[in-house]
């Protein structure tokens, strides 16, 4: 093997292994901080031998134990520090200390209960949203600094700084590598399913031509996804949030039109939509609906779910025409309940005009308009001239469509709205 | 990245030892878990299954079994971040058998499916 061919397999291997390294690492030192560093550590070791010594025959094997052996020098390290204060000249760190039958355990046990403590700190609610996001994908997606960096089209100094700070904050704030408990459960697997979501939404609007690592986030997010629908099998919205990224997701090589534009969904090839995405969608937002049905409180069903089940109405469609326009008229009124938004409201706008006509839908977009919250959102006066259209008052609408063109700040959408009010 | 993994080999003199099957739906739940693995079954013999062929303008049909020395026993999809990581999942089942049926000769072809980033978008 090359060099480099080794160094792909170092980083495939580092994808797969890091994880679980840090999580068992993080286990027995009690600190993710630390334990992260320790399993780099050990990425760096494999870098460096690997193309003297040839990769080894059991390469996760491998970095375990040279992870494992790591931690226990830098516990021997700290215990004769602390020792050496008072007792100068015994040796303190013999084969029996317990530490080491810890680490031990620690990496070769079940993991599961660790991988979530991981998550769930990496995701804590005491970090700034960025510095989530950062030691998430550190941490749980094996990402290098320079990656983080390229995704978030932040300088890789920026992206350093946060993973840097998120540990220190963890540190600081002396935040338990626990699980959280029954009573603040609910929050904090929220900022989990905040984080894998946010991560998924910066890859999906990355514009065609940007770095590949920004569609990539698109992956990662949906693979943290399913990771944690494996560790929390009973949680409805976390089966909702992936059946929601999974059938998005299917539409990504559909939402990229000629010169890279964004195709919006009405208007996308549905050939091109893939097929095994939207059918794991499908079934992941089943076992969320039987999840949240079987809970006893009526509030079961979340944002991500009604969100999924919208998606899903589209993905079983085989043409806007064909479309359950009532149903998902239906599911964002559910969601305006659970998460009151002027842009629900108007989304349900456009639905109520395809399901019932348009004049219905009108009369929703001008109650939304009287409220006024929305009253410089383009897509507001852009919806409104459709409906408008539609009705034949081409006047009024025209005016609408003129008005979004102005309000706009995206130059793509700009000459959409031109073209619309144009063609009147 | 999506890859597809098919293994070949010869139709064994012998039945798998006890343990590879638990050993192999034990990796797969690994697979799965670390969100790797989307779907993955075993293949039956080629007698069960048939040959479409298009050859000089005329379409046939041959029912198997097919005369190859190798059958098709398996595959698996992976989504995953490279080539070398779909490799290493490979190189796990493949470490199983080398491990608990000695004897056995196999091999997995790893295939990129093509997805988005294969395609430019359209001029």
Redesign the interface.
Known sequence: MTDSAIH??V???W??ESARLIAGLARVTRDVGLAEELAQDALVTALEQWPRTGVPA?PAGWLATTAKNRAIDVHRRHVVHDRKLEIIGRSVADDHDPFVAEVDDALDDQI?DDLLRLIFTACHPALSMDARVALTLRCLGGLSTDEIARAFLVPEATAAQRIVRAKRTLAGKQIAFELPGPKEMSERLASVLEVVFLIFNAGYTAT??AD?MR??LC??A??????LA??VPDEPEVHGLVALMEIQASR??AR?????YPVLLADQDRRLWDR?LIR?GLAALARAEELALAKIRPAAIGPYTVQAAIAACHARADSVANTDWAQIAALYGVLGRLWSSPVVELNRAVAVGMATGPAEGLAIVDAIAAAASLADYPQLSAVRGDLLAKLGRIDEARVEFERAAKLTRNAQEQSVFLARAAAL | ?RYLTLLKSTQPSEPPPSGLMEAIMNLGAEA?????L??SAGLSPSATGARVQLQAGDLSVMDGPFTEAKEFISYA?Y????R??A???ASRFM?LHQKMWPSWEGEVEVLKVM???D?A???
């Not at chain 2, 799965?32 to 790797?36: D, F, L, P, S, V």
């Open positions: 792909r397999t980083e495939a291997l994808r797969i059991n599961g065609a031509g590949w569609p990539a992956e990662e949906l693979r943290l996804g399913r990771v494996g560790l990504s090589r990229i039109g000629a010169g890279g095994l794991r | 990245m799965t878990a670390a969100g790797a989307l779907d999809l989504q995953v971040h490279s070398e990581e490799v290493e999942w470490r997805g988005p980033e395609f978008p359209p001029a």
